[in-house]
């Protein structure tokens, strides 16, 4: 069974970058076809698919974001990487990571095979 939990800080400064990781266990990241995406819902709102990296190592971001954020694989630790760099309160979220069959760029929940648990980000000085 495929389980996915993602780590990282809870709090991160104004214009810092925001780094998570997620662990990927009774799989490998590299398994096609496979794709592996960050989510986020900020306070009050609804998901917002964030960006993926699928089992080659493309990416693909979303567009309002692209910017900032790049998503990167450590294959030896089966993880994918979230960074996005100067954040500000309005990154302030819980931060999902999700497998899905296939590239997927909505954040709907049963459009993902897989989820995590989530973990609570903040955007603070």
């Known amino acids: 069974q495929v389980q996915l939990q993602e780590s990282g800080p809870g709090l991160v400064k104004p214009s810092q970058t925001l780094s998570l990781s997620c662990t990927v266990s009774?799989?490998?990241?590299?398994?096609?076809?496979?794709?592996w995406s960050w989510i986020r819902q900020p306070p009050g709102k609804g998901l917002e698919w964030v960006g993926q990296?699928?089992?080659?190592?493309?990416?693909y971001y979303r567009r309002s974001l692209q910017s900032r954020t790049s998503i990167s694989r450590d294959t030896s630790k089966n993880q994918f990487i979230l960074q996005l760099t100067s954040v500000t309160p309005e990154d302030t979220a819980v931060y999902y990571c999700?497998?899905?069959?296939?590239?997927?760029?909505?954040?709907?929940?049963?459009?993902?095979?897989?989820w995590g648990q989530g973990t609570q980000v903040t955007v603070s000085s």
């Open positions: 990296v699928d089992y080659s190592g493309n990416t």
């Open positions: 009774g799989g490998s990241i590299t398994t096609s076809p496979y794709s």
């Open positions: 999700a497998g899905s069959h296939g590239v997927v760029t909505t954040a709907i929940r049963h459009d993902y095979d897989y």
